[in-house]
């Protein structure tokens, strides 16, 4: 029997609370290495002032999450806006629920968002009208949808308290995205995509004025749908910049809707309170707070995922407005992340062409709606890609679309560094260490990993300290999903799962480099195998608090090993509290002294005024670089070996063509250029003893260990 809305009303009044005291006690254990921080390693003498750092930054972060708060809720309310107008036009005025049309207005805001960047009409002002078009839809329709509602509307149930045991790592998250790229996530190489991709190029297209492919870094003609939103952030915030935390916080709250929608998806077979469980399972994952609180655009793909399996699973809705849709959301999630494709769009493409979707009136042949609506949604993409580089999907199939700017061994280059020779018996090994005992997958009881001095790794760098350890998580998945095949009721829901899962393994054994990170979207499939296949046991009261007391515990032995990856996963093995929060401000970071700002910071930016900096093998740390500088990506042309190639490797010839492109200093990393050279290559010519000759003839004005020098060009 339904509890009317005054009796339910109260449970606002300690949930929410509850939740948010939670949240904060995350945010307490994020800046303080846990309850109480160890200052052993300080000298005494410094005691008094670092002990107050972990408490400044505590509250930093805090003010941090409400100064951007006020603008990630107005982003989220443009897309709620503009999915409620897309549900009105595909179904009529049947109701959604607003997670769905998040989903929704989320895939049509950053779609049109692309549209008027790529064109080159996207500035602040055009970035605001989008959002207040948005809000101004939401306000409207939201209230329209008020009105014409049945039933009154519901206030917060008692289940919806199951969320409370993920506040905590809700609020590790934040801290996680009040941390600058490249001081966190070792894993990840401290963020090196973030500063060298992600964010830097919505930089440059933001002084260029247009979303484009640029010839010095490839990554700029992959889809970028969401890195399309974090330009929008930019625009919003005035600079990329200044927009950072806003990124971060943008992406993770993607997983935050993701985990929401699954809760809802689980709904249809289980209690709401497991369903909730089940949604807090994904947020419990380490490399869903690891990716999630990074500006990456894989939590943007998850939640186009699980709206996409919303649609197909709604039976109350006609087969075609729901399967166009779905369509529309996969390729949305392809538009962010090619190997989406496979990943998801492939398994739901499978899953509509054996009628496994919940609709009444579905056929086979609706995959060709979902086909097409996937299409035409990547069909910017592949017109942009072809007016730039006469190839649709450039850098891929370069040998045989087309290599736009890039010379045969630019094509060799990219090829080797992206595809996998390793023998099949290799791929399936990686398979358990990099999934089932992978620590990003709450993996346990694992051994430390070695690390041979010297060694150099082309494809497996995004390795934790433990390895070969056991999920608990997965484990307790397969099981659940198993289990469901011998109750007919579920039988169908786990084979559906089972081959959602088999089709994106099999890509990933047979065609990515094996990196974890890109197991990821199997997280969909896993949660609900976890999440139904045991929650569908509760048929008394006592089963189902031995069920909820068993979820709750592995969501928190799942959060612990959170906690403990995030504590040592650190820049320089420092603490957190170092690093949470330290972001100086444009104009404070201008003033500043070289070696004062402890990140943001780029030596380069301390070079006399009218410099311009050439960097050789080192992309890691773009975003942060304020000096005019002229650099590429390991796979483009070199400017530096073209003029190395034309002089014969002439020292002065070489000196006078980089100064006429208005070059005063070369930046070398030689350790990258190293490792490099040693796996899948860097320019031929650019080599460190041709650099070494070259450099006889400049001005060596900082050296750091051999690592990084810096010469003044004659």
């Not at 929704?104 to 500035?123: C, D, H, K, P, S």
């Not at 045989?400 to 080797?416: A, F, P, Y």
């Not at 070996?641 to 200093?665: C, N």
Request: charged fraction near 15%.
């Amino acid at each position: 029997m339904n509890q009317s809305p005054s009796a339910e009303f109260p449970h606002v009044l300690w949930i929410l609370p509850i939740g948010i005291a939670l949240a904060v006690l995350g945010i307490w254990m994020g800046t303080h290495e846990g309850f109480s921080p160890d200052f052993s390693q300080y000298p005494q003498d410094q005691l008094g002032a670092i002990s107050q750092l972990p408490t400044a930054r505590f509250s930093g972060v805090i003010f941090q999450l409400f100064t951007h708060l006020p603008l990630l809720g107005l982003v989220w309310a443009a897309a709620l806006g503009y999915g409620l107008l897309i549900s009105r036009l595909a179904f009529g005025k049947p109701h959604i629920s607003l997670r769905l049309a998040s989903g929704l207005g989320l895939i049509g805001l950053a779609w049109v968002n692309w549209f008027f960047a790529a064109v080159g009409l996207l500035n602040m002002i055009l970035a605001w009208g989008l959002i207040g078009i948005g809000v101004v839809l939401a306000i409207t329709l939201f209230f329209l949808r008020q009105r014409t509602r049945i039933e009154p509307p519901k206030s917060l149930p008692i289940s919806a308290s199951a969320w409370l045991v993920i506040c905590p790592m809700i609020g590790l998250a934040i801290v996680a995205c009040c941390c600058p790229p490249g001081t966190l996530w070792k894993v990840e190489a401290f963020g090196y995509d973030v500063t060298s991709y992600h964010l830097q190029l919505p930089k440059e297209w933001m002084k260029l004025g247009q979303l484009r492919g640029l010839d010095h870094n490839v990554y700029s003609y992959f889809p970028s749908l969401m890195e399309g939103m974090y330009l929008l952030c930019g625009q919003l915030m005035g600079s990329v910049y200044r927009a950072i935390y806003l990124c971060q916080m943008l992406h993770f709250s993607m997983a935050i809707l993701a985990a929401m929608q699954l809760a809802q998806l689980a709904s249809k077979w289980i209690k709401p309170f497991a369903a909730n469980l089940t949604g807090a399972a994904l947020i419990a994952m380490p490399w869903t707070l690891i990716v999630g609180s990074m500006a990456y655009n894989e939590m943007f793909v998850t939640a186009m995922g699980t709206t996409a399996l919303l649609l197909l699973f709604d039976e109350t809705r006609k087969a075609k407005p729901s399967v166009i849709l779905s369509g529309i959301c996969v390729g949305g999630a392809t538009f962010a992340k090619l190997t989406a494709g496979p990943m998801l769009a492939l398994p739901m493409a499978v899953m509509v062409l054996c009628k496994a979707n919940a609709q009444s009136d579905r056929r086979r042949w609706h995959v060709v709606l979902l086909a097409l609506a996937a299409g035409l949604m990547l069909s910017p993409y592949f017109a942009r890609n072809f007016m730039q580089s006469g190839n649709p999907v450039f850098p891929f199939a370069a040998n045989i679309l087309g290599s736009g700017h890039w010379s045969e061994s630019d094509v060799d280059r990219w090829n080797k560094g992206h595809h996998n020779d390793k023998p099949m018996s290799e791929r399936i090994k990686a398979l358990n260490w990099q999934w089932l005992g992978n620590q990003g997958y709450a993996a346990i009881f694992g051994k430390k990993r070695d690390r041979l001095p010297g060694a150099i790794e082309s494809q497996n760098i995004a390795r934790f300290d433990y390895e070969w350890g056991l999920s608990p998580w997965w484990i307790l998945a397969l099981v659940g999903g198993v289990s469901l095949l011998f109750d007919t009721r579920y039988r169908k829901l786990s084979v559906i799962l089972f081959a959602f899962l088999a089709i994106q393994l099999l890509f990933w054994i047979t065609s990515t480099h094996l990196q974890a990170r890109f197991l990821i979207w199997t997280l969909l499939p896993g949660t609900l195998m976890l999440g139904i296949g045991f929650a569908r046991f509760e048929y008394t009261n006592l089963l189902r608090w031995i069920h909820s007391v068993a979820f709750i515990s592995l969501i928190l032995l799942c959060s612990s090993v959170s906690l403990n990856i995030m504590l040592s996963q650190t820049a320089s093995k420092m603490p957190i509290w170092q690093f949470a929060d330290s972001l100086m401000s444009e104009q404070d970071l201008a003033e500043s002294e070289l070696g004062t700002a402890i990140a943001g910071d780029h030596i380069v930016n301390h070079l006399p005024s009218k410099s311009m900096v050439y960097f050789v093998a080192d992309a890691s740390r773009m975003l942060y670089v304020q000096t005019p500088n002229v650099y590429h990506s390991a796979f483009d042309p070199s400017p530096l070996g073209q003029a190395i190639r034309e002089s014969r490797a002439d020292a002065q010839q070489v000196t006078a063509s980089l100064k006429a492109k208005g070059i005063t200093h070369v930046y070398v990393h030689w350790s990258e250029l190293e490792r490099l050279h040693a796996t899948y290559g860097y320019d031929p010519d650019v080599t460190e003893q041709t650099l070494s000759d070259l450099a006889k003839a400049w001005i060596n004005i900082f050296d750091m260990q051999g690592v990084i020098t810096i010469y003044q060009l004659p």
